[in-house]
């Protein structure tokens, strides 16, 4: 959509009625239809326009300022500048128009994200109805427009904003913000305060979110905060917080708690039990240590626990107390659990799993674990439906039957011992959802046929470092990063492997026994990035494609039998870092730009 954002609504704003003939819903504010809500007389109120991809600029002759009954309004999401500034890639911005002032009865108002920047004007201070402002924005890319809050400051904008309860900036934290003790919910993601968390924020009685990801926090973890009985979420995550966890209050509200990408450490406290209202715990890439799960076994509302990547812990001799509560007991909402890149260490049967009927993410990798998935195999159905599973170095020595998981899109076995061949199955599990099979690191020796199998989605596909032999597999036509090197295969690259590489970045054959020539249809393959064929035996010339392309980065052609002269010059455009050639039979020079 481009242009005046209004001229959709030129008759709502000109008539201020409800359309004739339009289905619409009930709201708390009016009945909503199409992103328009109107009030019993017929007056727009609403107005939702958010991620339309709306482009190009408005100004104060809008007919959105004649919406004079206007209570809530989303514009978030869009690029009122026009987009991106091709070829440059940069982004665009436009400053936010005059006319705002017009909108007196505003109680919501989102421009996150729609490529504003600039100086916030000062007329919003006059809309004192407003509940929620959102001037929030994708501050973490680099050249993305933002709004700025100079000329009013912060407390010149909200100094008449009495019933403020929600705000969301980019920007440094105003000590003015401290005299909003009515606001509720502060989001001030993606800045660089370079400062610790603000304690006055300890004071505000009604908070009940709290979010500041990405901000440069550093410090100690802000402990009079975390006793703040109405708070509900806290998101604190990538910032440079060094401290441990302190205790947590009795009779908590806190629902979700996100600290990860943090230097926190230490050992969980056991009064994170005392939280029972708690659904959410991200921990990963942090350095907690110690037996980190006894403090949330009895968690009961608990649905979602990451704690993968505390690579700092000492080694946990048992598996988590964790998994040995909520398998023994039914916990019917526990959805996602990730203890991946831990130390702990064990054994445990897959089955055990079965009572988390909800489950829909598992990744147990790169721990100590001994995973035995005998019984699924006796009986594929006692698993729960997976959407991700991830089991990668987990000492297994037999394929999950996972025949019957119609809902899987993430699969990693990767770093096994699976000493078998990959069953036909394997391609139809996810009901053609699956998008990530990584199955590389083990003994796997065939494929069943026919490769035609293949999910018609899936785009990572690994294979690498087995004793696959045989034919070498046709890609799936979408496949974006394909790697069967380190192998036993033995076939010549099919004439047409173009066709079947069209849309892939990243195509490795490297260490097999591969023969023949490399078929002059790789030069379709127009997205290819990174090509490896090393280490084959490979004869005949080297396309001419390969040599003059100007997306190509890395081509390793090293230790074949290809011969003749060397073909083509290198563009004016060319992005190649890497080119190896040698060890083969080619003459010839390379012609110097």
Same mark, same amino acid.
Request: overall charge negative.
């Given at each position: ?246 205790? =947590? ?86 959805? =996602?659990?990730?203890?991946? +890149? ?10 055990? =799993? ?133 192998? +036993? ?40 990035? =990174? ?63």
């Amino acid at each position: 959509m481009h242009g005046d954002i209004g001229y959709k609504f030129v008759d709502y704003s000109l008539n201020q009625r409800a359309p004739a003939g339009h289905e619409s819903t009930e709201t708390p504010i009016g009945k909503e239809s199409g992103g328009v809500t109107w009030d019993a007389n017929g007056h727009v109120v609403g107005l939702d326009l958010s991620s339309e991809s709306i482009s190009g600029g408005f100004n104060s002759s809008s007919s959105l300022f004649n919406l004079q009954y206007l209570q809530s309004l989303n514009l978030a999401g869009n690029s009122f500048c026009g987009g991106l500034n091709w070829p440059n890639n940069n982004f665009c911005s436009s400053q936010i128009p005059s006319g705002f002032d017009r909108l007196a009865n505003l109680i919501y108002l989102n421009l996150s994200n729609s490529g504003f920047s600039g100086q916030i004007p000062k007329e919003f201070s006059l809309l004192t109805r407003l509940v929620t402002i959102d001037f929030s924005s994708l501050g973490y890319l680099i050249g993305f427009p933002t709004l700025k809050l100079q000329n009013p400051n912060l407390r010149m904008l909200v100094q008449n904003i009495k019933e403020l309860r929600e705000l969301h900036l980019n920007g440094p934290i105003h000590s003015s913000l401290q005299k909003l003790r009515s606001l509720s919910r502060i989001r001030l993601d993606d800045n660089n305060f370079a400062a610790p968390v603000p304690q006055f924020l300890a004071s505000f009685s009604n908070l009940t979110h709290l979010q500041l990801s990405s901000c440069g926090l550093t410090g100690t973890f802000p402990e009079k905060i975390i006793q703040v009985t109405t708070l509900q979420i806290l998101d604190l995550s990538i910032n440079l917080l060094e401290d441990s966890l302190p205790e =947590f209050p009795q009779n908590g509200s806190l629902e979700t708690l996100v600290l990860s990408d943090t230097k926190l450490w230490g050992k969980l406290p056991n009064s994170m039990g005392n939280l029972k209202k708690l659904t959410s715990i991200k921990l990963a890439r942090c350095y907690f240590s110690g037996p980190i799960l006894n403090s949330v076994a009895n968690l009961p509302q608990l649905i979602y626990l990451d704690l993968s990547e505390n690579k700092k812990s000492p080694p946990v001799p048992v598996f988590p107390p964790i998994l040995a509560e909520v398998t023994t007991r039914q916990q019917p909402n526990f959805c =996602f659990l990730d203890l991946s +890149s831990n130390k702990f260490n064990g054994k445990i049967e897959l089955s055990k =799993f079965k009572k988390l009927g909800n489950l829909t993410d598992l990744s147990l990798s790169y721990n100590n674990l001994s995973i035995n998935a005998t019984l699924c195999n006796l009986s594929p159905s006692i698993l729960p439906m997976f959407t991700t599973l991830r089991l990668a170095s987990c000492r297994l020595t037999t394929l999950p039957d996972l025949s019957g998981q119609s809902s899987l899109t993430h699969l990693d076995l990767s770093q096994n011992q699976i000493h078998e061949n990959i069953p036909s199955w394997i391609w139809k599990i996810g009901n053609g959802s699956l998008v990530y099979l990584n199955l590389s690191h083990n003994l796997l020796e065939d494929l069943h046929e026919p490769f035609s199998t293949f999910t018609p989605y899936l785009s990572i596909l690994d294979l690498h470092s087995n004793q696959l032999h045989g034919q070498i597999p046709t890609p799936p036509i979408f496949c974006s990063y394909v790697d069967y090197s380190n192998n +036993s295969f033995t076939s010549s690259i099919p004439e047409d492997i173009g066709t079947y590489i069209f849309f892939t970045i990243f195509f490795s054959l490297s260490k097999n026994n591969i023969t023949g020539i490399i078929p002059a249809s790789i030069c379709n393959a127009s997205y290819l990035r =990174f090509l490896d064929f090393s280490d084959n035996a490979l004869s005949g010339m080297i396309p001419s494609c390969l040599i003059g392309n100007e997306i190509l980065e890395d081509l390793n052609l090293r230790r074949n039998k290809l011969s003749a002269t060397i073909p083509g010059e290198f563009s004016g455009n060319c992005l190649l870092r890497t080119l190896d050639l040698n060890g083969n039979l080619l003459e010839g020079k390379f012609q110097t730009l």
